[in-house]
């Protein structure tokens, strides 16, 4: 039986203003948006090259508010891969989003640090290897 990780959950504080970030900033696709009922939803975000996504999941209480930006205790938790790295980080820096550090090459490839509107932490990377 082949499996894969498909989707992993991010807390965030509200679904309209997450969509607008992960889409409109970090240049995401929205997969799913559907009305679960109660002002519930199932919101799917994710690059437009497929792989894993991320549902967008709206905080419900004081511990899960808390833990928004904060869900990997602040290390980088998000790995996205591109074969055009350049091209990729220029997007994205002319789309507004908070690049932490310049591009540095290392052994396994360029990769550079920046974090979404609530402080979680990616990589972009160019692998030069697999």
């Not at 509200?14 to 970090?26: F, G, K, P, S």
């Not at 004081?62 to 205790?73: E, K, W, Y």
Request: glycine residues 12%; charged residues 25%.
């Amino acid at each position: 039986m082949a499996q894969r990780l498909a989707t992993v959950t991010l807390v965030v504080d509200d679904y309209d203003t997450a969509i607008a970030h992960y889409v409109e900033t970090i240049g995401f696709t929205l997969l799913d948006d559907v009305s679960l009922g109660g002002a519930k939803r199932w919101v799917r975000v994710g690059p437009a090259g497929g792989g894993c996504a991320f549902l967008l999941a709206r905080a419900d209480g004081a511990a899960q508010l808390a833990s928004i930006g904060n869900q990997t205790g602040g290390r980088v938790g998000f790995f996205i891969e591109t074969d055009d790295f350049d091209a990729d980080h220029a997007a994205m820096t002319a789309r507004g989003v908070d690049v932490r550090e310049a591009p540095r090459t290392e052994a396994y490839g360029k990769v550079a640090i920046f974090a979404d509107r609530y402080g979680n932490l990616y990589d972009l990377i160019e692998y030069t290897r697999r």
